[in-house]
């Protein structure tokens, strides 16, 4: 199957909207340290969404359904995406495919890009194999700390954290920022522990923020089913998910590198 126009023409922008979505950067943050109360509800939020189900969460796969929007809220595309997470080896992968393909007994994607500490790269039908460029490598990485799989860490491992009142949009509740690898996210969790959204500035972006939903538990992980994302206050995209798998066995072949 050919490359469609119309997907060629916001492959870029999809790129960055579909890692923005669950990893985030927020600079020019100073604490001291990881504040008792941050700690805490770093802790209780790591509890809601399934304590040590979560905590030993090794491997993470999930095929999500993205749709696209144009800034004056018409439908723009629709793209596929795989993600594998392989928090034991700290690999990364993302596949985009054609939602007409995804059915086939051996669909091709579009584009993938992959992350390892050891060689990152980036394919697609256009431009072929190529190094994964340092911006998005970096976000790629940082998928591993944050969204809300990077809660499995709990107030472990954290460079620094506060907490206060706050919204993000019309949704209130409690604004933990947290900083962990060199990553910061800015959660939003409701009076119960339950993450709600995620605020992120990515450079040439703008403010970007994310509203998780419809939770619910596979294999004792409590995870968001669909979100919403909304770039420079506009919506930009929501996903849904299609499969999820905890602790899959990945071998070598779900890393593979194209020869070209």
């Known amino acids: 199957m050919e490359v469609k126009p119309a997907h060629a023409k916001v492959f870029h922008r999809m790129i960055t909207r579909l890692v923005a979505s669950v990893w985030m950067a927020v600079f020019g943050l100073a604490w001291a340290q990881v504040s008792p109360e941050a700690a805490q509800l770093l802790e209780r939020g790591r509890s809601v969404l399934g304590g040590a189900a979560l905590t030993n969460l090794k491997t993470y796969r999930e095929v999500t359904t993205n749709i696209y929007y144009t800034p004056d809220g018409k439908e723009e595309s629709r793209i596929v995406t795989l993600l594998l997470v392989d928090f034991t080896n700290s690999r990364v992968r993302l596949e985009l495919y054609d939602p007409q393909s995804v059915n086939s007994p051996s669909p091709i994607p579009l584009a993938l890009q992959q992350y390892s500490p050891q060689e990152s790269f980036f394919w697609s039908r256009e431009t072929s194999l190529r190094p994964l460029p340092s911006d998005q490598r970096e976000i790629l990485r940082s998928s591993l700390y944050t969204g809300w799989l990077g809660l499995k860490y709990g107030s472990s491992n954290r460079e620094r954290a506060s907490v206060t009142q706050g919204s993000l949009r019309n949704q209130t509740g409690r604004l933990l920022t947290v900083s962990t690898q060199g990553w910061v996210s800015t959660y939003l969790f409701n009076a119960d522990g339950l993450l709600l959204g995620e605020r992120l500035t990515i450079p ?14 596979v294999q004792g992980v409590r995870l968001p089913q669909k979100w919403e994302n909304y770039v420079g206050g506009v919506l930009a995209a929501r996903g849904e998910l299609m499969e999820v798998e905890i602790n899959p066995v990945f071998t070598e072949a779900d890393f593979f590198k194209p020869v070209r």
């Open 204 to 217: 040439g972006v703008g403010e970007s923020i994310t509203f998780f939903s419809n939770y619910q538990t």
